[in-house]
């Protein structure tokens, strides 16, 4: 009996809150790939470099010796015009096109090949490890947690409901979610559908960029650290049900903690294998993931 | 409105001599033909070796192009077969026989099978699911490959060692047994004009097999799909077949692999791999077979010689001529080639409509 309590305390449950972290980071990035897909069907393959952006731009506002926390307000306000240039510039040339999901996939796929080879080059390919802003860690329950991953878990879910209150109680997000419910008509209201268009597309890089702030402290800063998350992070979407808040929500809680608590048992490897297995299993049933669109809540 | 099109979607058109694919595809194998001469009378192996290398890779890319340019499915994922099938023949060359051709029998119908296991799952879905599905199950299948060690199997030279991160090297030489006389590939230039007629053979079996009634079938899917059941055909079972046959492909070219460079690793599994072929089939030009080895053979130019002037910045370069591609000119460079040996000739044109 004390064993068991002593497995939960120390084992089980410090591993469900490092899955809550990963969770949390999973879905801010899902939720930018939700969007950005919900309303411009745009799969964009370049949101782990973005992240990986985030990172980067963290590092050289904090070697030109910016606080942490200003870092981590400025980073997402230099990401937007870059996430605007980019769906001016690439995404709106395609935009037309019959093909436009293939084509837009195969931009971004091309633009996180050349931002990836740009951070190696400008930073080099080893890791940068920024200082966590917040040091020390909090008891909890008897568990002694690093204090900056307990912030990380609140930030981030604070974040998640600032960004679904946005979308779905701001003016901002009425016209979103209206251009993404059918743009003609949204259009035909007065709403400007192509600058809501390079809005959300800047938003969900933006958010994309903010959780790589967020993670450098704890994963550091390195050009291709976005492969790790995007697995899962599309693994979400799909499970959730592309272009769905709620679903990327739950999905992201659901698979960061499958992950997790499979890796207690498993090796890390096959733990992804499990994850992939739901996804398959999820679409088996369904093919449109488990919640809606992004037009319908 | 402009309407851009992946895919020159027109077929084949059936006239008096070559159609225009043909001549794009003959006038690149006389070139492969010249480069040889070039490189056994300056005496470079190693570009031969590397040409050898890009055919192989060209053999991946007509996969993804089978399946992108006939079938409208993005696959993002197809390393894994081209992978699978180095590991397969490379084990098979190191452990259980020496022969070329019982290699090749054995990686086909595996290829196959794995590519069946692979197409049930991943035609599940359409569009970018597809698209993001075969880009997951690559992924997985790379990281089980590259945790993997030994995998229990005994084989008459020890335990079958697949080498975890590293791979496996040490394939021996192989000899390709041709009847009359055995070709030793272990002299580049063997082992060039073999893939050479490898790669011939598949482009003009797959060029045939777009001409007979499957092959319209997959274009008819890829043209309008709903509208297809209605004809009586079953969509999802044509796309398999292709599928399946893709993956045939890109795992017999696979097994090449370490014929050539004496092993596998995990890279080759990986999403670079994958990505590069799709490169390959957008620069050279979707839906056309032959561009995507052209594609290719620029891709390895670029990867080794360019890369090798200009470091890492090449990938910006591959890149950037990558995104170029896709908006300016979305045909490729055989889609523009065929589209200027296509043009309109009114003289040839009246004579023959009178006749």
């Not at chain 1, 997000?173 to 007065?190: E, F, K, P, V």
């Not at chain 1, 809680?253 to 297995?277: I, K």
């Not at chain 2, 561009?291 to 002037?309: C, H, K, W, Y």
Request: some cysteine.
């Amino acid at each position: 009996m004390v064993d068991l309590f002593t497995y939960l305390q120390f084992v089980l449950a410090p591993q469900m809150v490092t899955g809550l972290v990963i969770g949390v980071a999973v879905i801010l990035m899902a939720l930018g790939l939700t969007i950005i897909f919900g309303l411009l069907d745009v799969i964009n393959l370049a949101h782990g470099a973005f992240y990986a952006l985030g990172g980067f731009v963290l590092i050289t506002l904090l070697g030109l010796g910016l606080d942490f926390w200003v870092a981590m307000v400025l980073v997402p306000l230099l990401v937007l015009p870059a996430g605007l240039v980019t769906e001016r510039l690439l995404i709106q040339r395609v935009f037309h096109s019959g093909d436009r999901h293939t084509l837009t996939l195969l931009l971004t796929f091309g633009l996180s090949l050349v931002m990836e080879d740009l951070f190696k080059i400008i930073y080099g390919p080893d890791p940068h490890r920024p200082q966590p802003p917040i040091s020390g860690a909090v008891e909890l329950l008897g568990m002694y947690l690093p204090t900056y991953r307990v912030f990380l878990i609140f930030f981030g879910a604070l974040l998640i409901a600032a960004l679904s209150l946005f979308l779905f109680r701001s003016d901002f997000g009425a016209r979103i979610r209206a251009a993404a419910y059918d743009r003609h008509m949204a259009a035909s209201l007065g709403i400007q559908v192509k600058s809501v268009y390079s809005w959300t597309f800047a938003l969900g890089l933006a958010v994309a960029a903010l959780s790589g702030v967020l993670l450098s402290p704890i994963y550091g800063v390195y050009p291709d650290m976005g492969h790790g998350f995007i697995f899962l992070a599309f693994a979400v979407v799909i499970v959730g049900g592309l272009g769905s808040i709620k679903g990327a929500v739950v999905a992201g809680l659901l698979l960061t903690q499958v992950f997790v608590l499979a890796s207690l048992v498993m090796s890390p490897v096959w733990a992804d294998v499990l994850v992939f297995a739901t996804m398959v299993l999820v679409l088996l049933f369904r093919p449109q993931g488990l919640f809606g669109s992004l037009a319908h809540g | 409105m402009v309407e851009r099109e992946l895919t020159a979607a027109t077929p084949p058109v059936s006239r008096r001599g070559l159609s225009s694919l043909n001549k794009v595809a003959l006038t690149a194998f006389l070139g492969a033909l010249l480069f040889a001469v070039w490189a056994v009378v300056f005496e470079q192996p190693f570009y031969l070796g590397l040409a050898t290398e890009a055919l192989i890779l060209g053999g991946l890319a007509m996969s993804v192009d089978l399946l992108l340019g006939y079938c409208g499915l993005l696959s993002l994922g197809h390393a894994l077969f081209f992978g699978l099938g180095a590991y397969m023949g490379g084990l098979l060359l190191l452990h259980y026989t020496g022969s070329f051709w019982l290699t090749c029998l054995l990686v086909v119908p595996a290829s196959a099978a794995i590519g069946l296991v692979g197409g049930l799952i991943a035609l599940r879905s359409s569009g970018v699911y597809f698209a993001l599905i075969t880009f997951a199950m690559a992924q997985v299948v790379e990281k089980v490959v590259f945790v993997t060690n030994e995998i229990g199997l005994e084989s008459p030279r020890g335990a079958v060692d697949v080498g975890g991160s590293d791979g496996f090297q040490g394939v021996p030489g192989v000899e390709v047994d041709l009847l009359l006389f055995s070709l030793d590939l272990r002299d580049p230039l063997s082992f060039f004009l073999l893939t050479l007629t490898l790669v011939s053979v598949t482009y003009l079996g797959l060029y045939w097999l777009m001409s007979t009634p499957f092959g319209r079938t997959l274009r008819a899917l890829r043209t309008n799909e709903r509208r297809l059941p209605h004809l009586g055909y079953a969509p999802r079972r044509f796309k398999l077949a292709a599928f399946v046959l893709s993956a045939v492909i890109a795992g017999f070219f696979g097994a090449l692999y370490p014929m050539l460079r004496g092993g596998a690793f995990p890279e080759l599994l990986t999403f670079g791999m994958s990505g590069d072929a799709v490169i390959s089939v957008i620069i050279g030009g979707t839906g056309t077979l032959i561009g995507p080895l052209i594609g290719t053979a620029l891709l390895v130019f670029m990867r080794s010689v360019v890369g090798s002037e200009l470091g890492d910045l090449h990938v910006i370069i591959v890149g950037l001529v990558f995104i170029a591609a896709v908006i300016f000119f979305p045909k490729g460079i055989v889609g523009y080639a065929r589209a200027y040996l296509d043009r309109p000739k009114p003289d040839r044109g009246r004579t023959d409509n009178d006749g």
